[in-house]
């Protein structure tokens, strides 16, 4: 064929013999787009076209990729006949790089997976829950946004499944970055290794080792997953400092919290250091969750006192004569040992 008549499938143009050059189609302004890949721009060598830019509606000023680099140059009208179209522009293609392209998808699975699976850091995890520790993560914390909640279910529930779930769940859903977790010394270990063990969570434990060798000398502003000895933190007024000076915390975990108790003498309260450190946390924390299976001493104004902590305005401070019982359900969730069950109600116990 003389390639004269030869229909042109990706123009729908005819074809037009160019002198010099065998049979090619006139390629018009108009078709010249980002992406497209043409001869004639920079003599026979094929360029690919990266910016285009009308200047009326007789010129086009085009910036171009060759084989001597990125270039510029302005088109005419009288320029068609000797531009030639080589590939057209893709609005997708399939030349990138497939690794990158598995792993944003990857992780674009990963972060909305939550919508897809409500219970997914139970499936993600190496544990085997218990029912009201499911109804205590997902039934009673996550939706409260945000959450002050005392965890007070009797010993053996398992409150530190309980807390790992909820944090795990949260780093899921996008809303944790910065967690702090306070425990008595003799737990801090404990924490450390059922986090990592069972959820797969690194966490660090504060020491005076620690800060010596931190670049800054604060780890609360280095680190954004730290366990902390509870009386080591409310003891030293330094700590407590490097506390203030560091960021907010997207949650803060109290265990063994009725430790942080405040006591009512005659008409006077007197707070104590480990209550003030939970003061302090509680206020730089957008999720603050305490943890007793003891929240109780049988003393209906220390409790109140105790569960300022979590509600300033309706607890802190000396109750009132004659102020009826403080209603703490919306706060707080406590099963006994005879309530707690298995999946086929047999009891736990």
């Known amino acids: 064929m003389d390639g004269i008549n030869e229909l042109d499938l990706t123009h729908g ?16 302004l108009d078709k010249v787009v980002a992406g497209a890949k043409i001869r004639g721009v920079a003599g026979p060598a094929v360029v690919e076209v990266v910016r285009v830019q009308w200047i009326g509606s007789d ?11 990125p270039a510029e140059v302005l088109l005419y009208r009288d320029a068609e006949p000797r531009l030639e179209l080589v590939q057209a522009s893709r609005a997708f293609s399939f030349d990138g790089d497939g690794e990158a392209f ?3 998808s990857e992780a674009q699975r990963i972060r909305l997976a939550h919508l897809f699976d409500p219970y997914l850091a139970v499936h993600s995890s190496r544990i085997e829950p218990l029912p009201h520790q499911i109804t205590a993560v997902y039934g009673e914390m996550l939706p409260r946004q945000p959450l002050r909640f005392l965890l007070a279910d009797d010993p053996g529930a398992g409150k ?8 795990k769940e949260l780093i899921i859903r996008g809303d944790l970055e910065r967690c702090l977790i306070i425990a008595p010394g ?5 924490w ?9 969570l690194t966490f660090d434990i504060v020491s005076r080792e620690q800060i010596e060798t931190s670049v800054t000398g604060n780890p609360f502003v280095e680190r954004n997953h730290l366990i902390m000895r509870l009386d080591m933190a409310a003891r030293s007024e330094t700590l407590q400092a490097k506390l203030q000076a560091a960021s ?20 006077e309260v007197k707070y104590t250091k480990r209550y003030k450190l939970g003061q302090l946390v509680g206020g730089r924390a957008r ?20 569960m300022g902590l979590l509600d300033a305005d309706r607890f802190e401070g000396r109750p009132r004569e004659g102020a009826r019982k403080a209603d703490v359900s919306d706060l707080m969730r406590r099963l006994t040992k005879e309530e707690l069950k298995k999946f086929d109600g047999a009891p736990l116990y």
């Open 13 to 28: 143009k005819r074809a037009i013999p160019c002198a010099g050059r065998g049979a090619q189609s006139v390629l018009a």
């Open 59 to 69: 010129a086009l000023n085009i910036v171009y990729r060759g084989a001597d680099g």
């Open 102 to 104: 598995r792993i944003a």
């Open 160 to 167: 530190t499944i309980m807390a790992g779930l909820f944090i």
């Open 186 to 190: 003799s737990l801090v270990e404990q």
């Open 192 to 200: 450390q290794d059922e986090l990592k063990e069972k959820f797969d």
């Open 248 to 267: 907010d915390w997207d949650l803060v975990i109290c265990d063994e919290a009725h430790r942080m108790a405040a006591s009512l003498f005659g008409t």
């Open 287 to 306: 999720h603050f969750l305490l943890m007793s299976a003891t929240p109780h001493n049988g003393n209906n104004a220390d409790f109140q006192l105790f």
